[in-house]
Structures are given as C-alpha cells and as structure tokens.
C-alpha cells in the first residue's frame, strides 16, 4: 500500500469529563445495535429482512439465566448479523486472538481466503491509537483503496473483514469527549482537579465483561459507562467514549520495520503540515520566523519527525520567552505560564 489518509474528529480546549453545559452530545441510539423486541418474544415476521439482532436481549446484557438451554440465540444469526452491526462494543473487544510471532500487534484483512497481514501496519496502528481518528483510507493495497472503520472495526463498502490482533500486553486508554474534544479518563480537569476515575479502572471492568457498566460519582452526580452503547451516561447528558491503545513501537527483532522508516516508504505527495489556531480562528504554520516577535523555537518538520515517532508525543518549544507544550496526541498547545490552550492540526 502506498498511501494513507485519516479522518479526525474537531477538537476543543474544554477538559471537564463532568461538564453538563451545551446541547446533547450524540444522544441518538443506534437501531441496528438493537435486539429485536418481537424476536425476544417469538413472533418477528421479518426474519432475515430485519434491521433488528436476532438474539437474546439478556445474552448481550451478559446476564441471561438460562445460558446455553436458551431458546433464543445467543450468536450471530436472522434479521442483521450481529458480526456486521455496527455497535459500538465490537470496536475493542477484550476477546481478540493473540499473537504467537511477538509482536506487540499485528493488523489483518481477510476477503474469505483466510486472515493475511497488512504490509506496513506500522501506519495504521499509529492512526488508530488517536481517540479523534474515526477512519484511515489505505492506497494501492491488494484489494485496491481500502477504508477501516476504527470504531467499528470494519471495512467500508467491500467485501472485507479487518482485525487487530494482539499480544495480550496493550494498554488500553480510555477517553470521552467534552465539546468536541477527547479527554483521557484520569487526567486533570480545567481546574487541576483530578479526575475521580482512571482508564485501568474502568479497562478491568470491561475486560471482566464487555457488555456491563462501570458506574462512578463527581460530587452529587452519578455517571455510567455503558459499554455496550460507548457512552457516558448522567442524568441529563450523553458522551461519547471510546478505547484507544497506547502506543508501541514494534520490537526490531520482530521482522518489523520501525514507523520511520514504513512512513518514509509512502509516497505522501507533500509533507505533512502543522499549524495552529490564531485568535482570528486562522491556521497558521509553524516556522522559525527568525528576527521577529514571533521567533519560534520549532518548525512543522520538527514537529512531523517527533509524530512519526510517537504519534502520543509531548514536546516543548519557545516563542518570545514564553515556553509552550505541544500535546500530539490532544491535538493541543498550552501556554505553560498562562495555561492557555490552542488547537493545532496536522495537514
């Protein structure tokens, strides 16, 4: 494959996980991630034509008392299948196979002639550890230009089955997002307040079952994880949430080339560019602009060659004796004397 494309999410410099100001944020469920009603109660007349699962509501709530005597289906099958639907739960689920070469992770296609890997899947690993990328779009791969759906965890409009598979060592970090930014669970807030609840915390509840709740309070509030939907529940809002992993360099004595080098493989057309946002809301690049006001201790190149290294990185520069933090994983730049915070992109 020769080149790749990613899909962001827009970010903002809001931090408090426990925010209930604005508007609903996706507060709509999705239908196809739901068991079919008159399925549960023996009398769907839609059969395969169903938008619905046909399967038994309390399997996917983890808690049918009848088990494997169950009348319904506790697997795939009738009206939408439950492999292919797009709940959000299938995006990280603690069940994926493990690998028995060493690698740290190793990414997969399969067009029905048996799980292959992907050459060079040092570039979506580093793209799919980002919480804001929803989707990456490989060229020129075997089976032509191809998207990968992160968050469900499928191809886009191909005959084609994608998966990660794993060395049972990942880290996984949590996040939610809060106007349109995504916070990672265990953070500071916008205050300095710690966060009540951390990424293990809330990774040993799902990793004991996927399908449950992890339930946990800010003052008087109370706020549910519910796995099944990857949201963030209170009384009067709904958050988005998602499972990233942190991210790892593949070991040189895995047969593995190191993400520097897979991304210099790939013919980009330009080199990426960084920038960030002005007080006007326009995007401006970083660049030395030496003998200025605005002389600045980094470039986007610098900046770049930082990123192929760990997509997750932190790094500091000066702008007229002022000290600045780059967050490459927030997509942020923070004034360390003010704690002032723009938004940076990557082009």
Known sequence: MATAHQSDDETASESDLSD????????????????????????????DRCPYLHVCKFYLEGNCRYG???RLKHSRGGGKDLSASSCSVDQSTPRDPKLTNGQYYQWQFDDGGGWKDVANDHII??????????????????????????????????????????????VWIWYCTVRRKWIKYGDMDSKGNPSPVKSA????????????????????????IRFREM?????????????RPLYKQQQAGAGVS??????QNFSLGTTPQWQFEGDSGRWHHFKHRRGTSTECSVTSDDIERKYQENPQSIMTFNVKGHTYKLDLGAMTQTNLKTQHTRKIRRL
Do not use: W
Not at 126 to 135: D, E, F, I, R
Not at 148 to 167: A, G, T, W
Not at 201 to 224: A, H, L, M, R, W
Not at 258 to 263: D, F, G, K, P
């Open 68 to 70: 494997s005597a169950c």
């Open 20 to 47: 209930e100001s604005g508007s609903d944020e996706e507060s709509d469920e999705d239908t196809d991630c739901q068991p079919c009603k008159y399925y549960n109660k023996s009398r769907c007349r839609d059969g």
């Open 125 to 170: 690993e580093a793209q799919y550890c980002l919480p804001h990328t929803k989707s990456i779009k490989l060229y020129n791969t075997p089976h032509g230009a191809v998207s990968i759906d992160f968050n469900r965890m499928r191809v886009y409009r191909k005959s084609l089955s994608v998966r990660r598979l794993d060395d049972g060592n990942t």
């Open 201 to 224: 915390d809330i990774e040993s509840k799902f990793q004991t079952n996927p399908t449950s709740v992890f339930t946990f309070s800010i003052g008087g509030d109370t706020f549910e």
């Open 258 to 263: 190191q993400l520097t080098s897979a991304v």
């Open 231 to 243: 949201r963030q529940v209170s009384k009067n809002k709904k958050r988005k949430v998602t499972r």
